[in-house]
T-cell receptor, first 111, second 114 residues
């Protein structure tokens, strides 16, 4: 059984387009996160939701908008994609602020 | 504020020899510390965690880490490297006022030679 899943695994799109990445967890966790891993493999948190409430919102362009329809899902919508948005995006989940479990990642390529 | 420094960007060992991946942290609070591993084109897997219980923490696949407050270190060790250990390892600190916020180190690539 997949604990934290993301779709799609790969996403190739052109500059200016709008795209979404979906994340689902079946661990019964109440907190979900989005991270960005750049080309140098550096990981940085973008957003965090606890019980559908936004609790971490790092310095991220407002073209990025997270949406949490329920505790098991956290989607990431990106408007007007730019070349610099190319990265691997990881979703994670945890029970409160305990250890986090990561999804397999979504590799976004903007051309 | 919190930060993590992984002291080696690359570590190369021979199969069957010990592994040491070094990590220093900085935190204004009592931190929780983690090591995660990322195999090529894969997600991150939790190896072990320290959350103010025993200072010597045992993880999966034979890895251990020791929390040393006086040295602000949390080095990862394994007595005998296996080819399957080749991956990138991240030291991570959590804690402070930002609920659930993890701060990652820059990563250490471990290469294991036959």
């Amino acid at each position: 059984d997949t604990a934290v899943s993301q779709t799609p695994k790969y996403l190739v799109t052109q500059m200016g387009n709008d795209k979404s990445i979906k994340c689902e967890q079946n661990l019964g966790h109440d907190t979900m996160y989005w991270y960005k891993q750049d080309s140098k493999k550096f990981l940085k948190i973008m957003f965090s939701y606890n019980n559908k409430e936004l609790i971490i919102n790092e310095t991220v362009p407002n073209r990025f908008s997270p949406k949490s329809p329920d505790k098991a899902h956290l989607n990431l919508h990106i408007n007007s994609l730019e070349l610099g948005d190319s990265a691997v995006y990881f979703c994670a989940s945890s029970l409160r602020d305990a250890e986090q479990y990561f999804g397999p990642g979504t590799r976004l390529t903007v051309t | 504020a919190q930060s993590v420094t992984q002291l080696d960007s690359h570590v190369s060992v021979s199969e069957g020899t010990p592994v040491l991946l070094r990590c220093n942290y900085s935190s204004s609070y009592s931190p929780s510390l983690f090591w995660y591993v990322q195999h090529p084109n894969k997600g991150l897997q939790l190896l072990l965690k320290y959350t103010s219980a025993a200072t010597l923490v045992k993880g999966i696949n034979g890895f251990e880490a020791e929390f040393k407050k006086s040295e602000t270190s949390f080095h990862l060790t394994k007595p005998s490297a296996h080819m399957s250990d080749a991956a990138e390892y991240f030291c991570v600190v959590a804690g402070g006022t930002s609920y659930g916020k993890l701060t990652f180190g820059q990563g250490t690539i471990l290469t294991v030679h036959p």
